[in-house]
């Protein structure tokens, strides 16, 4: 189906404020995912389920292909920066568990204290991965030409993500939470913001396709539960060509707005912190604030969850002003010193 307007739009210079915005109806989206899937005891909330985890799991690819479409390009210093948040937030979260009574073993505790090696959260580890691979991955990109690009990400998306759909049998074993499937994202959404990115598409025609893919996706993940009565979401996973397809065609309905927003631009920044500590505010929540857990016999347990998604978000953006006020200036002093030292152990290692 042709779905290219015949005329293109300029370029524009500053940061488009629409594509800020998907970052966090993506986040609101997938805090709205998980807690659906938490609750799965009766017929409307199993079909709730499968409609969230049908919307909500394209949050993640949606990042990667942001990623690719900016382009990541390596700075030491920022990396480091996103490490001391992630072990910030990992430690709080640790010592709150410790404090409400959990006893998580040592394997449990290594992933809190080091959260990237450890696979705290397996999205920011393989992010730092690509992150390394981003300068060959970009070379790449430009050098290899737009027609093999395009061979390249159609071979891919044959070889991990079709087999998975149709044949069940998913080549990497991760369900696309590995750093295969990151690249491939990565790669696509560089493809667009390199060889299409004056080109705009009919947003009528985009959100036409991505409601008829949304809708196969949940009628097949429908007749799996109706058929085995277990909702597997088999169809919604990450590296299935309905939720890439979903993905791009979502991250191009939003890439078609432009506009300027400060406020959105700086909310979308504490994105990254509020993912990684979605889950300690959960906690919180339902501990000190309410216990909305108990509202699952109601039928408007769905809104209420949509609530307090957008409350993890707007409580979670809150806190990490807090510590980026707080922690800015040590956290510079402390990376600046780091990359100081290693710079003097690399001049004193090539003197020799």
Not at 38 to 48: K, L, Q, T
Not at 213 to 222: E, H, M, T
Not at 326 to 352: N, S, T
């Amino acid at each position: 189906m042709n779905i290219e307007k015949s005329t293109t739009v300029k370029a524009t210079a500053g940061r488009n404020s629409a594509i800020e915005l998907l970052r966090i109806v993506c986040l609101v989206l997938i805090f709205w995912m998980h807690a659906s899937a938490s609750y799965e005891n009766n017929e409307v909330s199993a079909w709730i389920s499968i409609f969230a985890a049908v919307i909500g799991n394209i949050g993640v690819s949606c990042f990667i292909l942001i990623s690719g479409y900016y382009g990541i390009r390596l700075n030491i210093k920022k990396m480091m920066r996103l490490d001391l948040m992630l072990i910030f937030y990992c430690w709080i979260s640790l010592a709150l568990q410790l404090a409400w009574g959990a006893r998580p073993g040592g394997e449990e505790i290594l992933s809190y204290l080091l959260p990237v090696i450890g696979k705290r959260s397996w999205y920011f580890t393989c992010y730092f991965a690509l992150a390394f691979l981003s300068p060959f991955l970009n070379e790449m990109v430009e050098k290899q030409g737009e027609m093999r690009l395009q061979q390249l990400i159609f071979t891919m998306l044959v070889i991990f993500s079709g087999v998975t759909t149709f044949f069940f049998f998913d080549i990497n074993g991760d369900g696309g939470k590995g750093i295969v499937h990151m690249v491939m994202l990565y790669l696509m959404g560089r493809y667009i913001g390199v060889y299409q990115k004056e080109k705009r598409y009919s947003t009528g025609k985009l959100l036409g396709c991505f409601a008829a893919v949304a809708a196969v996706n949940f009628c097949l993940n429908g007749a799996l539960y109706v058929a085995t009565g277990v909702v597997q979401n088999r169809f919604a996973r990450d590296n299935t060509l309905f939720t890439v397809a979903q993905a791009v065609l979502i991250f191009l309905m939003f890439r078609n707005v432009y506009f300027e927003n400060k406020f959105v631009n700086r909310l979308a920044r504490h994105v990254p912190a509020v993912f990684i500590f979605e889950w300690t505010l959960r906690a919180i929540i339902s501990r000190y604030l309410f216990d909305y857990v108990q509202w699952r016999e109601s039928v408007w347990y769905e809104l209420v969850l949509i609530g307090i998604a957008v409350l993890i978000v707007a409580l979670g953006s809150v806190i990490d002003c807090l510590r980026v006020a707080i922690l800015h200036g040590p956290e510079a002093w402390f990376v600046d010193k780091v990359c100081g030292i290693g710079l003097k152990l690399k001049g004193r290692f090539l003197q020799r």
